[in-house]
């Protein structure tokens, strides 16, 4: 069993930047690729960015493309996710996803779909004020 867990959310201004955490835990040995959805209110949960297990390959919705970066952390299998001129739209729960038995994240299109995920956090919330 792996356990994933979010940290880094908040309230912040419109224009305002956010760094997000993720930590997979409780399996010995390998490293995983991950991703960060998110869902507001109201609308199905959504890709945002993901990353390979040896940190290659990113990729990222377009709507945060070009205003946010996903990075591997120095720990194993932690991720961080900055987010910056953030808009009232980017108000949603962020959700940190490992892919531990999935497929590799070759190009876009899986690694945007929710299934090539194994486990899940419990989500961090992420409000923008205008």
């Known amino acids: 069993q792996v356990q994933v867990a979010e940290s880094g959310g908040g309230l912040v201004q419109a224009g305002g930047s956010l760094r997000l955490s993720c930590a997979a835990s409780g399996r010995t040995g390998g490293r995983y690729s991950m991703g960060w959805f998110r869902q507001a209110p109201g609308k199905e949960r959504e890709f945002v960015a993901a990353?390979?297990?040896?940190?290659?390959?990113?990729f990222y919705e377009n709507s945060v493309k070009g205003r946010s970066t996903i990075s591997r952390g120095n720990a194993e299998n932690t991720v961080h996710l900055q987010l910056n001129s953030l808009k009232p739209e980017d108000t949603a729960v962020y959700y940190c996803t490992a892919a531990v038995y999935g497929p590799a994240l070759t190009e876009y299109n899986v690694a945007s779909q929710a299934r090539t995920y194994d486990y899940w956090g419990q989500g961090t919330q992420v409000t923008v004020s205008s």
């Open positions: 990353i390979t297990w040896s940190g290659d390959k990113t």
